[in-house]
């Protein structure tokens, strides 16, 4: 199986990332594409910024990465995993997160991808600090 962690400063391509799961096998592809929105709790978001202690934010991610591998019956039929992950500044409309999976069948590739983001919101070391309109405050 393919594995691929990213953390970056530069703008993703999603373009780019969707090539990673070039694979004949792959009868699913799942992509989950995070992306700032303009409106937080009722306020206008101007910008957030990310920042990460990237070495921990790595093995976190590879730590989560392999607790969902476990968890698959029939692991010969996943193929990649791979997270790419955005720090910085960002503005509205800015893709900050894409987690993507592929595997022979649907449901595996549907769950492992829900379950991925569900734990790298939760877990992973990369704090949000969100400007609005009416202030600057870091999100849990």
Same mark, same amino acid.
């Given at each position: 199986?393919?594995?691929?962690i990213i ?12 090539k ?6 792959s009868?699913?592809? @799942?992509?989950f ?5 303009q409106f937080?709790?009722g306020?206008?978001? &101007?910008k957030?910024?990310y920042?990460?202690? +990237? ?7 590879e730590?989560i ?7 698959i019956?029939?692991? +010969?039929?996943?193929?990649s ?10 503005? @509205?409309?800015? #893709?900050?997160v894409?987690?993507? @999976?592929?595997s +022979? ?6 769950? #492992?991808?829900?379950n991925?983001?569900? &734990?790298?919101?939760?877990? @992973?070391?990369?704090w949000k600090y969100e400007?609005? +309109? ?6 849990q």
């Amino acid at each position: 199986m393919n594995k691929k962690i990213i953390i970056t400063k530069e703008k993703l391509d999603f373009i780019k990332f969707r090539k990673f799961f070039n694979n004949k096998n792959s009868g699913a592809i @799942v992509i989950f594409e995070g992306v700032v929105r303009q409106f937080n709790k009722g306020l206008k978001v &101007k910008k957030i910024n990310y920042e990460a202690f +990237e070495e921990m934010a790595r093995k976190e991610i590879e730590k989560i990465i392999n607790e969902e591998i476990i968890q698959i019956e029939n692991i +010969e039929e996943m193929h990649s995993i791979f997270v790419h992950h955005r720090i910085g500044e960002l503005t @509205v409309g800015d #893709t900050s997160v894409i987690v993507g @999976v592929s595997s +022979e069948h649907r449901n595996e590739a549907f769950n #492992t991808c829900t379950n991925i983001m569900d &734990k790298l919101k939760h877990r @992973v070391p990369i704090w949000k600090y969100e400007t609005t +309109e009416d202030g600057a405050y870091w999100i849990q």
